[in-house]
């Protein structure tokens, strides 16, 4: 029997535009030194959205612990994983007291069958690596990127685009296998540019979801201009390129039907 999400009619209404442009980090998370961490209120959206009260909510790069906080706010279960020590030791730090309630592992999301057992998530919310773009020297709007390490799992420091997509869903292949038939992943990207060279993750990355089981089941774009306001007349005044400032959603199901 299907059960019934807990949104009011407005809230729906809201939350069922294609495009989000008003979410934003507020000052704890923007006094944060991770370098791609998204907004609790981004996190609480999509739990609400595709996940209810008690539910299991996964996250295998865990990052500073944001999916953990959004979860413990709003009565789910969190579980994730985070190769950082350090950023592993800041979500527990961020959780406080209520660490306990849920469960935090300090490991590599490639061995997350050892963590997670099969049929047991209800969604997974993630934010995966961008590749190896945080090593670049500076973001769309020119601000110093920092970046993980150079730990071997670590998939942002794979060099090769096609290799680094690939590892990236043999890690989602794992995720398929720990969700609820039905259950939901929904994760967190952007296109990528290096030099003249443009990488449609969104679109490669869902392609290689699919190959692994998943339905695309939608897309919403996340618009983020309100946190770049030093933009730069990228390629000016000889080659027009665009600044980045939105990112995707994809919103992909593990079939019902699936064991």
């Not at 290096?194 to 897309?219: A, C, E, N, W």
Request: glycine letters at 6%; aromatic letters at 12%; a positive charge.
């Amino acid at each position: 029997m299907k059960r019934k999400l807990a949104l009011d009619g407005k809230t729906w209404t809201r939350n069922s535009i294609s495009v989000w442009s008003d979410v934003e980090k507020n000052l704890e998370e923007k006094r944060q030194k991770h370098p791609a961490m998204f907004p609790m209120a981004l996190a609480k959206r999509v739990i609400e959205c595709f996940s209810h009260v008690g539910d299991v909510v996964f996250d295998p790069f865990l990052g500073s612990g944001t999916t953990i906080l959004a979860a413990a706010a709003t009565s789910r279960k969190g579980l994730g994983i985070e190769l950082s020590p350090e950023y592993y030791a800041l979500a527990c730090n961020r959780l406080g007291y209520a660490v306990s309630e849920h469960r935090l592992i300090n490991g590599s999301a490639f061995a997350l069958e050892q963590y997670v057992q099969p049929s047991s998530v209800d969604l997974c919310f993630t934010s995966p690596p961008y590749w190896d773009i945080l090593k670049q020297k500076h973001s769309a709007d020119h601000r110093e990127i920092r970046h993980y390490g150079e730990r071997n799992e670590d998939l942002g420091s794979v060099s090769d685009y096609a290799k680094f997509v690939e590892l990236l869903g043999q890690v989602f292949d794992k995720v398929y296998t720990t969700l609820k038939p039905g259950g939901f992943l929904v994760a967190v990207v952007m296109d990528l540019r290096k030099r003249s060279v443009f990488y449609p993750f969104h679109m490669d990355l869902t392609l290689r979801l699919k190959q692994g089981g998943f339905v695309l089941d939608d897309i919403i774009i996340w618009d983020r201009h309100r946190d770049y306001n030093s933009l730069r007349p990228l390629g000016y005044p000889y080659v027009f390129r665009v600044n980045k400032v939105h990112e995707f959603l994809l919103i992909l199901q593990k079939p019902v039907a699936a064991e």
